[in-house]
């Protein structure tokens, strides 16, 4: 293969899948999309599905409203259906010093026409009756919130994006970037040369390899998360929304007859293994004990594991490269990357067409760090 690009998107996540598509249907031709592996097959696949808006960072907050709309009018747009449930995002606090928090978050939501909200314990248990509110303080809710099914954003990205034009090439690994001097001129691959001008590096916890290609430092660590799947609950409450025990960081929602259980676990150390392990389950079932003891009746029939793609303060890159030309990213999102993909889709195209996007992710740069800039996100788990 030697052909050529205006823009080659590395990764077939959900975040290179809605670059693609944005900047094919805004008009781009020659969008070619490289994917060494299916799509969806590394982070996005494995994540939990969650949509949300309950951030602590003005410009997450943005970004999450911004794909909750876009999530809302998929299956029009793409006629892909998502499973979208607009079940809402339920925290729970256990401290005054969650609680204020997250009392500021909201007021900071608010103004920026999130609907969420701080409620008592006994409204949360109403919400979710799986809970015990022994220790809880306070919570916060936003109806808008819920959870949809990754893969299938993925793909419908994929397929509006190839209707539009745009190329996808599974099994197909970047090997290298062809640079003169500060500018880009071919993407390498294993089935040959690629030319173009511009790269966008969506390639998630991959992502700090494909920036050394360039020189560009990618700041970005893979740390495995675990998921498990229970079996059918007779007893599953309808409209259960996503329901997060802040100070454990234990999270459920429905999984078709059943809960999707997570939760994360302290004694993982950056790397990029995938397969599953026990030794993080005494800790969820004594998180489950103190905070949803139900659940520990349920047996356990599944599960995955996969990377988060954890930044230094947990924050996403975005923006373009100023040491080289034509070299943008959008990655490190930490666990937020599904729920923000559709917004940061918009804002990669307007970034490559010299547009002014809707909300200025400037600081997200990922020159933030060298300029002792961080900009923390309070809101994960």
Not at 46 to 71: K, M, P, T, Y
Not at 227 to 255: G, K, R
């Amino acid at each position: 293969m030697n052909t050529q690009a205006a823009v080659v998107v590395v990764g077939g996540g959900v975040m290179g899948t809605s670059i693609a598509y944005h900047l094919a249907r805004a008009g781009v031709r020659d969008v070619v999309l490289v994917e060494r592996d299916e799509l969806a097959a590394g982070s996005t696949s494995r994540a939990a599905g969650g949509v949300r808006a309950q951030f602590s960072d003005e410009l997450n907050i943005q970004l999450g409203a911004r794909s909750l709309e876009a999530f809302g009018r998929f299956e029009e747009e793409t006629g892909h259906d998502i499973g979208l449930h607009r079940v809402g995002y339920l925290f729970l606090l256990s401290t005054p010093e969650e609680a204020a928090s997250f009392e500021a978050g909201v007021r900071l939501q608010n103004s920026l026409g999130v609907p969420s909200r701080m409620i008592d314990p006994a409204e949360a248990r109403r919400l979710s009756p799986l809970i015990t509110t022994d220790g809880l303080v306070a919570a916060a809710h936003s109806p808008d919130d819920g959870h949809c099914t990754p893969e299938a954003v993925v793909h419908g990205y994929a397929a509006a994006a190839r209707a539009y034009g745009a190329r996808i090439l599974r099994h197909t690994e970047v090997t290298g970037v062809e640079l003169r001097g500060d500018h880009i001129t071919a993407v390498m691959t294993t089935l040959g040369r690629i030319a173009t001008d511009t790269v966008v590096c969506a390639a998630g916890a991959w992502s700090r390899a494909v920036g050394a290609m360039v020189g560009v430092d990618l700041p970005v660590q893979p740390l495995r998360r675990q998921i498990a799947v229970t079996e059918p609950f007779a007893a599953l409450p309808p409209a259960l929304p996503m329901t997060i025990d802040f100070s454990t960081s234990l999270y459920f929602h429905a999984e078709g007859p059943g809960l999707l259980v997570g939760m994360s676990d302290p004694d993982e150390r950056p790397g990029f293994a995938t397969d599953t392990h026990d030794r993080w389950i005494p800790r969820l079932c004594a998180a489950m004990e103190r905070r949803a003891p139900a659940l520990l009746d349920l047996r356990r029939t599944g599960g995955w594991a996969g990377l988060y793609e954890v930044t230094p303060d947990h924050n996403a890159l975005i923006g373009e490269a100023s040491t080289v030309s034509r070299f943008l990213y959008a990655t490190g999102f930490s666990g937020h990357g599904f729920l923000q993909g559709p917004a940061v889709g918009e804002v990669v195209r307007d970034l490559y067409l010299g547009r002014v996007p809707f909300v200025d992710v400037s600081p997200l740069s990922a020159g933030r760090f060298a300029a002792d800039a961080p900009r923390p996100e309070v809101n994960r788990v």
